[in-house]
Protein backbone atom coordinates (compact mmCIF):
# COMPACT_ATOMS: atom_id res chain seq x y z
CA UNK A 1 0.00 0.00 0.00
CA UNK A 2 1.29 3.58 -1.00
CA UNK A 3 1.18 6.56 0.89
CA UNK A 4 1.23 10.42 1.14
CA UNK A 5 0.87 12.62 4.07
CA UNK A 6 0.05 16.30 3.20
CA UNK A 7 0.60 17.90 6.87
CA UNK A 8 0.76 21.59 7.17
CA UNK A 9 0.24 24.28 10.22
CA UNK A 10 0.04 28.25 10.87
CA UNK A 11 -0.13 29.55 14.48
CA UNK A 12 -2.73 31.95 14.70
CA UNK A 13 -3.73 34.69 17.65
CA UNK A 14 -7.13 33.36 18.33
CA UNK A 15 -8.87 31.11 20.78
CA UNK A 16 -10.03 27.47 20.26
CA UNK A 17 -13.75 28.40 20.52
CA UNK A 18 -12.73 31.29 17.76
CA UNK A 19 -10.76 28.87 15.45
CA UNK A 20 -13.78 26.30 15.52
CA UNK A 21 -16.30 28.96 15.07
CA UNK A 22 -15.10 29.63 11.71
CA UNK A 23 -14.02 26.20 11.00
CA UNK A 24 -17.81 24.68 11.70
CA UNK A 25 -19.40 27.56 9.78
CA UNK A 26 -19.69 25.64 6.81
CA UNK A 27 -22.13 28.03 5.09
CA UNK A 28 -19.76 31.02 5.32
CA UNK A 29 -16.79 28.93 3.21
CA UNK A 30 -17.26 30.59 0.00
CA UNK A 31 -16.55 33.89 1.59
CA UNK A 32 -13.39 33.41 2.43
CA UNK A 33 -11.85 29.62 1.66
CA UNK A 34 -10.08 28.70 -1.09
CA UNK A 35 -9.66 25.10 -1.16
CA UNK A 36 -12.70 23.71 0.12
CA UNK A 37 -16.29 25.10 -1.29
CA UNK A 38 -20.37 23.79 -0.60
CA UNK A 39 -19.67 21.61 2.04
CA UNK A 40 -22.45 19.90 3.82
CA UNK A 41 -22.67 17.58 6.49
CA UNK A 42 -24.45 17.34 9.97
CA UNK A 43 -21.16 17.37 11.69
CA UNK A 44 -21.45 14.24 13.45
CA UNK A 45 -19.09 10.88 13.65
CA UNK A 46 -20.61 8.97 10.85
CA UNK A 47 -22.33 11.53 9.18
CA UNK A 48 -21.49 11.83 5.28
CA UNK A 49 -19.77 15.09 3.78
CA UNK A 50 -20.29 16.20 0.54
CA UNK A 51 -17.67 18.98 -0.40
CA UNK A 52 -15.91 20.41 -2.94
CA UNK A 53 -11.71 20.65 -3.56
CA UNK A 54 -11.32 24.04 -5.25
CA UNK A 55 -8.07 23.64 -7.21
CA UNK A 56 -7.56 27.13 -7.92
CA UNK A 57 -7.00 25.87 -11.61
CA UNK A 58 -10.84 27.44 -12.24
CA UNK A 59 -11.99 23.51 -11.35
CA UNK A 60 -12.87 21.89 -8.31
CA UNK A 61 -13.33 18.33 -7.65
CA UNK A 62 -16.88 16.83 -6.12
CA UNK A 63 -15.95 14.05 -3.37
CA UNK A 64 -17.59 12.31 -0.66
CA UNK A 65 -16.59 11.51 2.86
CA UNK A 66 -17.25 10.66 6.58
CA UNK A 67 -16.96 12.34 9.47
CA UNK A 68 -14.31 10.21 11.88
CA UNK A 69 -13.41 12.54 14.39
CA UNK A 70 -15.16 15.53 15.87
CA UNK A 71 -14.00 16.92 19.08
CA UNK A 72 -15.17 20.78 19.77
CA UNK A 73 -12.82 23.01 19.89
CA UNK A 74 -10.05 20.59 18.97
CA UNK A 75 -10.51 18.03 15.93
CA UNK A 76 -12.78 17.74 13.35
CA UNK A 77 -11.36 14.98 10.42
CA UNK A 78 -13.01 12.72 7.56
CA UNK A 79 -12.39 9.86 5.44
CA UNK A 80 -13.38 9.55 2.08
CA UNK A 81 -12.48 7.11 -1.01
CA UNK A 82 -12.73 3.53 -1.60
CA UNK A 83 -9.79 2.03 0.91
CA UNK A 84 -7.37 -0.23 -0.99
CA UNK A 85 -7.78 2.04 -4.31
CA UNK A 86 -7.22 5.16 -2.81
CA UNK A 87 -8.56 7.27 0.13
CA UNK A 88 -7.65 10.28 2.08
CA UNK A 89 -7.98 11.65 5.47
CA UNK A 90 -8.57 15.06 5.94
CA UNK A 91 -7.85 16.83 9.25
CA UNK A 92 -7.97 20.01 11.18
CA UNK A 93 -6.81 20.14 14.79
CA UNK A 94 -6.57 23.07 17.36
CA UNK A 95 -3.11 22.56 19.74
CA UNK A 96 -3.84 25.58 22.36
CA UNK A 97 -0.44 27.56 22.83
CA UNK A 98 0.37 30.49 25.52
CA UNK A 99 -1.14 33.82 25.59
CA UNK A 100 -4.00 33.19 23.45
CA UNK A 101 -2.29 31.39 20.39
CA UNK A 102 -3.26 28.60 18.78
CA UNK A 103 -1.64 26.31 16.66
CA UNK A 104 -4.20 25.08 13.28
CA UNK A 105 -2.98 21.89 11.67
CA UNK A 106 -3.80 20.57 8.32
CA UNK A 107 -3.60 18.24 6.57
CA UNK A 108 -4.26 14.44 4.89
CA UNK A 109 -2.89 11.47 4.63
CA UNK A 110 -3.30 9.11 1.16
CA UNK A 111 -2.93 5.76 1.20
CA UNK A 112 -4.11 3.46 -1.94
CA UNK A 113 -2.80 1.03 -4.85
CA UNK A 114 -3.25 3.98 -7.29
CA UNK A 115 -1.43 7.12 -5.25
CA UNK A 116 1.95 6.37 -6.95
CA UNK A 117 -0.14 7.03 -10.75
CA UNK A 118 -1.72 10.04 -9.45
CA UNK A 119 0.72 11.74 -7.67
CA UNK A 120 1.45 14.42 -10.08
CA UNK A 121 -2.17 15.38 -8.97
CA UNK A 122 -1.08 16.26 -5.34
CA UNK A 123 2.26 17.40 -6.48
CA UNK A 124 0.64 21.25 -5.91
CA UNK A 125 -1.60 20.30 -2.83
CA UNK A 126 0.69 21.66 -0.06
CA UNK A 127 0.53 25.06 -1.36
CA UNK A 128 -3.73 24.64 -1.53
CA UNK A 129 -3.69 23.30 1.86
CA UNK A 130 -1.37 26.56 2.69
CA UNK A 131 -3.65 28.84 0.87
CA UNK A 132 -6.57 27.64 3.05
CA UNK A 133 -4.50 27.89 6.57
CA UNK A 134 -3.61 31.89 5.31
CA UNK A 135 -6.89 32.53 4.48
CA UNK A 136 -8.09 31.29 8.04
CA UNK A 137 -5.55 33.89 9.84
CA UNK A 138 -7.09 36.54 7.68
CA UNK A 139 -10.94 35.68 8.53
CA UNK A 140 -10.04 35.25 12.17
CA UNK A 141 -6.98 38.22 12.55
CA UNK A 142 -7.94 40.71 9.93
Known amino acids: MFTRHIQTSIDLDASPAQIWEVLVDLKSYAEWNPMLGNVQTGLTVGDPVRFEVLTGKGKSLKLKAKITDYHKERKLAWRGGASAILSGHHYFR ?49
Open 94 to 142: IEPLAEGRCRFHHGEHFTGLILPLISFILKDAPDLYRSMNEALKFRLEG
